[in-house]
Every structure is written in C-alpha cells, then in structure tokens.
C-alpha cells in the first residue's frame, strides 16, 4: 500500500506564517503537522513508500524534511511543477499527477497534509481491510455551522455510504468527511476518468462523492478530534491542546477494575495516548485490553507502583476498602505526590476516608463516580462527579477528558459520591416508571416501539425510557448496568439519609424490588429487568 500526502497548497490564510514556509512544516508544540501524519501512517505496517506531492516553491522544503526524518520507511517528495495558486493543480490534480508520475497500481491512503487528527489510522485500515471496500472516515457534529463548511456523508445500513456533498447550506446528515481516504487497486485508475470527465480538481471530497455513484463505499466512524488550522490563532490554540496531549502521554496510570465498564475506560485513556497499566481479580476480562496496548500487572501493589494515576473501578465498599488500605494495596503501594482516583459507586464516608489517609501520604486522592452505563464508557462520553481539592481536580483533567464528556468538581471528598447518589435517587424512579409505562402499554395491547417513540418526545421522555425502554419490551437483560450493583448504590444512598433523618419512600420501593429479583438470582442482569417484578405481580 502507497500513502499520498497532499501538500502542495499556499495556505494564505496562514499569511505571513507560510509565505517562506509551507502548511505541513509548520510547528505544532515543537513538531511539524506533518510529523503528527507520518506518526499514524507508520503504524499501519501495510504501507511501504510516502509520496508527499508539493508544489515547485515548497519542494526543497519537503525534501530537507524527508532528509532528516527518522521514519523507517521510503519517503518520497513529488515536484508538480507549479509555482502559486493560479497555475496549482487542485488535490485530485496532484493525486493523479502523482500516480502516473510514480506508475502507482496498488492500494492507497491519501490524507490531507495540513491539519491535524487524532483518531488511529490503523483502526482505520483495519476497518478498510474488514469490509474490503474503498472507505471514507467521518465523524458526528452537531453545529450546523460547521457541517456547512465541510463534505457531508449520507449513511446507510452498516455504515455504507450512500451520498456525500461538498459544503452543503442544507445538511443531510450530521456526519462530516474528513481528508482522509483508503482506495482499492482499481479504484486508482478513476482518478484519471474523473478529471476527463471535467470534474472539479479541488477538494479531494469532490472525488469520493462522484465515487459514492459509482462503487460501494463505507464510512470508519471515529470521536476523536480533527484540527482545521486555518489560521495563526487557531494553530497557536491547536498548538497549546497538543502540548496537553503530549504531555498527558507522560502520564503513567494504574487502572485497577476491568470489568463492563473499565475495559472500555481503559481503551479510551490509551485512544488519548496515556500508558496504562492494569490489574483485575480475574485476569480473563483484561485480555482483550492487554491486546489492545494495556500493560499487564500481576498484582495491585504493581500496578500502583511508580505511576503518576491510579484509577480503581471495582465492585462493593469492601472490594475499595481492600484495594485501598489492605497489604500491599494502593495507599502503601502508590509514590508520594500521585494521585489516586476512586470511581467506583461507593460510601462518601469511605471517600473521605480515603482523602484523609492519602494526604498523609503526600498522595492526592479524588473521589470520581460516574453514570453512563456501559455505552457511556465505550463511547467516553461518562458524566464524572469529582469530589476532592480543587487544585487535584485541574491537574488530572485530562485523564477525565479522555473517559467523559461531562465533567464536572462537585466539592470536598465525598462530594462527588453525593452527588452519585442523587443521580441513583432519580435513575430509581424513572427506571421503574419505565417499567410500568411498557407493562402498562402491554397489558392494553399497545405497539409498545411506537408508544415509546410517541412519549419520549414530550415530558416523559429520559435517557431511561430511551435505552432500557425499547429492552424491557424485547425482554433483553443483558447488563449495562448489573442489578446487584444497583442495589448496592439505592442501600448506600438509603444508610446516607438514614443518618440525615431523611426518608426517601420512593428509592426505598424501588430498592425493594430489586432485592426481590437478586434474591430469586437475577442480580446479573440489567437494571432494565425491574419490569419483571411486575409481571411477577401480575
């Protein structure tokens, strides 16, 4: 497979910046966009020669860059001889330029060489290689404005593509295409049709839309971040976040619970570029993890040991109390200065005690829950409730960013578990509302898809009645969220008002439901299967 990386433009925007020095080599945090390119085209092993197309002012440029990289692969510079922007070629020009300059038959990347992205080329590939079809990457937006400004990609079943257009002022869909594009063999020798065809030879987009009519062609979907660096304020902003990131890869973190939810917030902190190692009771659910990059720790001390984060997740206050304070566990195992982060559902008393044993220590402690179930972990848009020092909170943030999008300090140690509490408090009643709504609809012989689909669009409608309300109806009791959890959570929020003197009637039903399933052994299944404490009672 050949790599294009189109970098032939002016970039006048970018006056006075890239009047002697072309878009590519200018320096993001200390390093060249074009270096943050090459970083993901090298990971995709498949590839085995970069051609960079420039045009003839910039070409020397480009070839004391190639000179001096370290990249072990062949990289080529490619001159297509023009000189400014009235006689420049277009990217589609420069792409089939390219291909017969360099007699090219075979598979290729081609990526836009002037902004910058985040997400991982290699999965890229490898999404390319699964469906073995020309393939487009694109990512969700939902500012109007900016869907405007780019191509736009109408998607069908499994992600095919069925229309793309270029900076459309009526959007069809919210999913934006960025420059970046894997071609089959065959589908190199189109470049050449398309343009005698007199279509337009700018924007690389132009020719995957006239592709779309003509081949099937599918869509690798990714969340992270893609930089248009139009500007000398936007690439000093772009600049500033890649330092964070750069230095948020310093970071060494311990992650210690692997289970539905922290197998997913590992693989997010890693997407970011932390270096995180792990340890599980059970070593069988932190495979797939390890396969992914995840260092392997055969024991919490190991884990804890020397890293700058140490992250739990795990089951029950006994499981966090053992994890914390028992031989050789985090609070004897973690360096002075580190900071340790609890993000289980647990006591806000144990929080604080924790917070108060580590400061004893020099060790910084947060107390972090978080809701979003399983789909919230995988996808890292978790809400986290962060209790601690405020100082603790800024430091680590980024390690927040990379597992939630809603992150918000709620106050001292403990706060963030309160804080949990109330969002358990609410998801109680609604959870079980749901539940009576379909049991409701079933009894009266409704299409129950359609009556969800009709009331979670007025006042009734909540995250509940979207996602465990279409599986109450579908009987699906796969865990999102197990019940014996949950009901670890309404007993603790339950003992917590106990000692306020506050009685919380509906939680305590709820509550009760649920011990009845985990009692008749149901306590693995989803929360969504409260609905069969109703049709036990009817």
């Known amino acids: 497979m050949k790599a294009i990386i189109l970098a032939a433009g002016y970039a006048t925007r970018l006056y006075p910046l890239t009047l002697t020095v072309p878009k590519p080599l200018l320096l993001i945090n200390k390093k060249p ?40 692969i062949d990289i080529k510079v490619v001159d297509d001889g023009t000189s400014d922007v009235e006689t420049r070629l277009g ?28 997400f991982s080329l290699k999965e890229c590939y490898n999404y390319y290689k699964e469906k073995d079809r020309d393939c487009v990457c694109v990512k969700q937006y939902q500012d109007k404005e900016t869907l405007s400004q780019f191509g736009i990609a109408l998607l069908g079943e499994d992600n095919k593509v069925l229309e793309i257009e270029e900076k459309p002022e009526n959007p069809k869909s919210d999913m934006v295409v960025y420059a970046a594009y894997m071609y089959k ?80 917030m590992v693989g997010n902190l890693m997407k970011k570029g932390f270096s995180v190692s792990v340890y599980n009771r059970t070593k069988k659910s932190a495979d797939e993890i390890v396969k992914e990059g995840a260092i392997w720790c055969d024991s919490i001390e190991e884990c804890a040991k020397d890293k700058d984060v140490v992250i739990t997740i795990v089951g029950y206050p006994k499981d966090v109390e053992e994890v914390y304070f028992g031989e050789k566990g985090i609070l004897d195992s973690a360096k002075e200065g580190a900071y340790v982060i609890d993000m289980t559902t647990t ?24 809701s979003g179930g399983d789909t919230g972990a995988k996808n890292g848009t978790l809400a986290i409730m962060v209790g601690g020092d405020k100082t603790d909170f800024d430091k680590v943030k980024d390690v927040f960013d990379a597992m939630g999008t809603n992150v918000v300090y709620e106050g001292s140690a403990g706060c963030g578990q309160h804080v ?12 079980c509302g749901v539940a009576e709504a379909v049991k409701y609809g079933q009894k009266m012989g409704l299409d129950i898809e359609t009556m969800l689909s009709t009331i979670s669009g007025g006042a009734a409608g909540s995250w509940q009645m979207n996602y465990n309300g ?25 003992d917590e008002a106990g000692d306020k003197s506050l009685e919380l009637s509906v939680l305590a039903d709820v509550c009760n439901k649920f011990v009845g399933l985990e009692e008749k052994g149901m306590g693995d299944l989803g929360t969504q299967a409260i609905i069969k404490a109703y049709e036990d009672n009817n």
């Open 185 to 264: 063999k065959e589908t190199v020798a189109l470049f050449k049709k398309y343009l005698e065809e007199g279509n337009k030879p700018d924007a690389p987009g132009n020719f995957a839309q006239w592709l779309v009519a003509k081949k099937e062609v599918y869509a690798f979907t990714f969340e992270e971040e893609c930089y248009d660096i139009g500007t000398p304020k936007s690439l000093k902003e772009v600049s500033e976040i890649m330092e964070k990131i750069e230095n948020g890869k310093n970071k060494k973190i311990g992650f210690i619970g692997t289970g539905v939810m922290g197998r997913h």
């Open 470 to 494: 279409p599986k109450m109806s579908q009987n699906d009791f796969s865990a999102g969220f197990y019940i014996k959890h949950f009901i670890k959570d309404m007993k603790i929020a339950l």
């Open 420 to 431: 949990k509490m109330a969002n358990q408090i609410a998801i109680a009643g609604a959870v």
């Open 91 to 118: 990217a589609i020009g420069d792409i089939l330029f390219t291909i017969e300059k360099e007699n090219i038959d075979e598979e290729m990347v081609i990526i836009a060489g002037d902004n910058l992205f985040t």
């Open 347 to 370: 006591s806000p008393k144990l929080s604080e005690k924790i917070y108060i044993s580590a400061k004893q220590k020099s060790i910084k402690a947060l107390d972090a829950p978080v």
């Open 33 to 72: 966009i074009i270096d943050y390119i090459m970083d993901e085209i090298v990971s995709v092993s498949e590839i085995d020669e970069v051609f960079v197309v420039s045009n003839h002012k910039f070409a020397p440029s480009f070839d004391e860059w190639a000179k001096n990289s370290s990249y072990n």
